[in-house]
């Protein structure tokens, strides 16, 4: 087999200097930019047919007949999309329930672990909450379970107590945005695409960008053993050299070297490493190797590149692209490459160099529907200690008298509370003209919208502020007059 250029340099290189970097560091303008190896004639008809993946705010090319598989997805909560999976998602919630009621906070006073189960109306589905586990009641799991057209959507968040709220607002925001989408759908609006949906950005852009996490990979189909994956997400801002794959790369030889001078992976031949470039992600590192033969395994290619990306910019994120031949039941080394060593490279080049920022010319999602839950029904319930869902009137269902009057007014995300019940006086409480009273937990009842009528406080404060604005007006007239008096004395 014939070698390139690149590679020549590259051998005469590790020739001269074994494992260290020295002399290889020095590399080539081209081994910096796309494109850097042609395709051999077996790998051709590879890619003359190509498709484009959607994933995240990007774009890559890949052979048609590639497989992709989806890993994980937090943007910024995890969700699973099920095509026509609705009432697999509800038996899901369902076991959700069940599991949170089986258990209870045994060193909490045996709390329950399931919170609440609310239905929602848009998209239709229901939000679980519940306590981590049995130790902890600060720790929260939040599951919103919904249906869209025949598919189930599950997502899913794990807020500490006091983000609570916060967590059910962005899971009931994230369902509502979300919209189905096919694999070979390419939105033009900002967003991102996930396995099966789209997200769109939202107007209000509530910190987007800044907790995305993509995993995607790919399977070729006419070279089952090479699988190739991107992993994506925000870019550290205290990223140091320890971080990168660089510096990674150097310790492990380090270690390798104190530990056996005679050690197998040592003896790894290193097909390009230095400096990489993708479009604008500039600040890459590659290092391409062929593994040697052990007893156990067989040699294969491992490739990775690692770009540190800009802290706060989603279209510069922190990106971990890697590659590996050999690959039998997701273990490398099982067989032996498909792949020669200018076919891995070639492969490589062609594929990570088409990845690029999705071009979008839309404008986010629009917010006053979007965003703004609906209305909670009157007669809607809300048990003491839970957080009040909709601002307006609530009445306690418990009898008897109540201190404060049995109507009051909650704003929503305000804890409810316990009712006040005014009790039966003892003779000497009659003598001394007390009352007592208790708090008792009750279910208190969604019974009027509106807001609450202002307090005197606040109507003598107002009062106030018009009564200064007003003696401020006239003080600045008659300043004024005075000036006119004395100008026309002058």
């Given at each position: 087999?014939?070698?390139?250029?690149?590679?020549?340099?590259?051998?005469v290189?590790?020739?001269?200097?074994?494992?260290?970097?020295?002399?290889c560091?020095r590399?080539?303008?081209?081994?910096?930019?796309?494109?850097?190896?042609?395709?051999?004639?077996?790998?051709?008809?590879?890619?003359?047919?190509?498709?484009?993946?959607?994933?995240?705010?990007?774009l890559?090319d890949?052979?048609?007949?590639?497989?992709?598989?989806?890993?994980?997805?937090?943007?910024?909560?995890?969700?699973?999309?099920?095509p026509?999976?609705?009432?697999?998602?509800?038996?899901?919630?369902q076991?959700?329930?069940?599991?949170?009621?089986?258990?209870k906070?045994?060193?909490?006073?045996?709390?329950?672990?399931l919170?609440?189960?609310?239905?929602?109306?848009?998209?239709?589905?229901?939000?679980?909450?519940?306590?981590?586990?049995?130790?902890?009641?600060?720790?929260?799991?939040?599951?919103?379970?919904?249906r869209?057209?025949d598919?189930g959507?599950?997502?899913?968040?794990?807020?500490?107590?006091?983000?609570?709220e916060?967590?059910?607002?962005?899971?009931?925001?994230?369902?509502?945005?979300?919209?189905?989408?096919?694999?070979?759908?390419?939105?033009?609006?900002?967003?991102?695409?996930?396995?099966n949906?789209?997200?769109?950005?939202?107007?209000a852009?509530?910190?987007?960008?800044?907790?995305?996490l993509?995993?995607?990979?790919?399977?070729?189909k006419e070279?089952?053993?090479?699988?190739?994956?991107?992993?994506?997400?925000?870019?550290?801002?205290h990223?140091?050299?320890s971080?990168s794959?660089?510096?990674?790369?150097?310790?492990?030889?380090?270690?390798?070297k104190?530990?056996?001078?005679?050690?197998?992976?040592?003896?790894?031949?290193?097909?390009?490493?230095?400096?990489?470039?993708?479009?604008?992600w500039l600040?890459?590192f590659e290092?391409?190797?062929?593994t040697?033969?052990?007893?156990?395994?067989?040699?294969?290619?491992?490739?990775?590149?690692?770009?540190?990306g800009?802290?706060?910019?989603?279209?510069?994120?922190?990106?971990?692209?890697?590659m590996?031949?050999?690959?039998?039941?997701?273990?490398?080394?099982?067989?032996?490459?498909?792949?020669?060593?200018?076919?891995?490279?070639?492969?490589?080049?062609?594929?990570?160099s088409?990845?690029?920022?999705?071009?979008?010319?839309?404008?986010?999602?629009k917010?006053?529907?979007a965003?703004?839950p609906?209305?909670?029904?009157?007669?809607?319930?809300?048990?003491?200690g839970r957080?009040?869902p909709?601002?307006?009137?609530?009445?306690?269902?418990?009898?008897?008298?109540?201190?404060?009057?049995?109507?009051?007014?909650?704003?929503?995300g305000?804890?409810m509370?316990?009712?006040?019940?005014?009790?039966?006086?003892?003779?000497?409480?009659?003598?001394?003209?007390?009352?007592?009273?208790?708090?008792?937990?009750?279910?208190?009842?969604?019974?009027?919208?509106?807001?609450?009528p202002?307090?005197?406080?606040?109507?003598?404060?107002t009062?106030?502020?018009?009564?200064?604005a007003?003696?401020?007006?006239?003080?600045?007239?008659?300043?004024?007059?005075?000036a006119?008096?004395?100008?026309?004395?002058?």
């Open positions: 087999m014939l070698m390139t250029t690149t590679q020549r340099l590259f051998l290189c590790v020739a001269a200097t074994a494992i260290s970097l020295a002399g560091e590399n080539p303008k081209e081994w910096t930019v796309p494109n850097m190896t042609q395709l051999t004639p077996r790998l051709k008809p590879l890619f003359e047919k190509t498709k484009t993946v959607c994933f995240g705010r990007f890559v890949v052979p048609d007949s590639t497989t992709v598989i989806w890993g994980e997805v937090d943007i910024p909560l995890g969700i699973s999309v099920y026509g999976g609705a009432e697999h998602v509800k038996t899901l919630a076991k959700f329930i069940d599991e949170l009621n089986a258990g906070a045994i060193y909490h006073n045996h709390v329950p672990l919170i609440a189960a609310d239905e929602v109306t848009e998209p239709p589905g229901k939000i679980v909450t519940g306590y981590e586990d049995f130790m902890s009641i600060k720790d929260l799991r939040i599951n919103g379970y919904f869209v057209a598919a959507i599950v997502i899913n968040s794990r807020p500490l107590q006091d983000d609570r916060r967590a059910i607002g962005e899971i009931n925001s994230i369902a509502r945005r979300l919209r189905l989408r096919t694999e070979d759908e390419t939105p033009t609006e900002p967003g991102n695409c996930i396995e949906a789209f997200l769109p950005d939202s107007s852009k509530n910190g987007e960008g800044q907790g995305e993509i995993r995607i990979g790919f399977r070729l070279f089952p053993d090479t699988h190739l994956s991107i992993l994506l997400n925000p870019s550290n801002p990223y140091g050299d971080d794959l660089e510096w990674q790369l150097k310790r492990l030889e380090g270690s390798e104190s530990e056996d001078l005679d050690h197998p992976l040592l003896k790894t031949r290193y097909l390009r490493r230095g400096a990489r470039q993708i479009h604008d600040n890459g290092a391409l190797s062929h040697p033969e052990q007893s156990e395994m067989y040699g294969i290619h491992d490739f990775a590149m690692d770009f540190r800009v802290p706060s910019d989603p279209l510069k994120p922190h990106a971990d692209v890697r590996q031949t050999g690959v039998s039941d997701n273990m490398a080394g099982a067989i032996k490459p498909s792949l020669t060593d200018e076919e891995a490279i070639a492969v490589w080049d062609k594929i990570t088409t990845i690029r920022v999705r071009p979008t010319s839309g404008t986010a999602v917010t006053s529907q965003d703004t609906p209305r909670r029904p009157l007669g809607d319930l809300a048990a003491t957080v009040c909709q601002t307006g009137w609530w009445q306690p269902s418990e009898p008897g008298r109540k201190e404060g009057g049995g109507r009051q007014h909650f704003q929503a305000q804890q509370p316990h009712v006040v019940l005014a009790g039966e006086p003892s003779i000497w409480q009659k003598l001394r003209g007390e009352r007592p009273s208790y708090r008792r937990a009750t279910v208190w009842q969604l019974v009027e919208y509106g807001e609450a202002p307090t005197l406080a606040q109507v003598v404060a009062d106030r502020a018009s009564n200064d007003q003696n401020a007006a006239s003080q600045g007239n008659h300043d004024e007059d005075s006119k008096k004395g100008g026309s004395d002058a």
